[in-house]
C-alpha cells in the first residue's frame, strides 16, 4: 500500500527540530472555536526534553486525516508538552480540543522533504512531508 501524501504550509528553509529516527509521541486533535469551522492538529513530539518549552511541532488540516493518503497541512508553530494528553478548553477565547487519537513515529528529515513513519494509532502508516515554499504543504503515504 503506498503512503500517504501530505501537503504542508511553510517556508521552505524549514527543518526537522526533532530527534530522528527515535520513537516519539503523536497526537491528532479536534480543534474548534465558536463561529468557525474545526480543523485537526496533528501535534508531533520533537524528543527535545525542555521543562515548560515548545516541544511539539504543530501542523494544522482542514480535514480530519484519519484514512486519508494525502492532504494538505500548514505549519502552527510550536506547542506545549502539555497537549500531548490535554483535551479541554484552549483557554483565551482559542476554543476547545478534544483529543482522536494517539500513538508512537519516528521521524527523519532530508532537503525539503521529511519522513514519518507512524507505529501506532489512528494514522498508522509510512508518510512523507514534502515541504513547498508556500504556506501549505503535503503530507502523503509513502511509496
Given amino acids: 500500500m503506498a503512503a500517504p501524501q501530505v501537503t504542508s504550509t511553510a517556508p521552505s528553509h524549514i527543518h526537522w527540530p526533532g530527534r530522528r529516527n527515535r520513537v516519539l509521541k503523536y497526537v491528532l486533535l479536534e480543534h ?16 527535545v526534553d525542555k521543562p515548560q518549552a515548545r516541544n511539539l511541532w504543530a501542523l494544522e488540516c482542514e480535514v480530519n486525516p484519519i484514512g486519508l493518503d494525502k492532504f494538505d497541512v500548514s505549519l ?25 487519537g494517539e500513538g508512537e513515529y519516528t521521524a527523519s528529515s532530508r532537503d525539503r522533504r521529511f519522513t514519518v513513519k507512524v507505529l501506532s494509532g489512528c ?18 503515504a509513502a511509496e
Avoid: C, N
Fill in 32 to 47: 474548534t472555536k465558536a463561529e468557525q469551522p474545526p480543523h485537526f492538529d496533528i501535534l508531533l513530539d520533537t524528543g
Fill in 76 to 100: 502552527h508553530g510550536m506547542h506545549r508538552d502539555r497537549y500531548l494528553t490535554y483535551q479541554g478548553d484552549v483557554g483565551h477565547g482559542r476554543g476547545f480540543v478534544r483529543r482522536l
Fill in 123 to 140: 494514522m498508522k502508516g509510512d508518510y512523507v512531508v514534502f515541504v513547498s515554499g508556500r504556506a501549505r504543504h503535503t503530507w502523503s
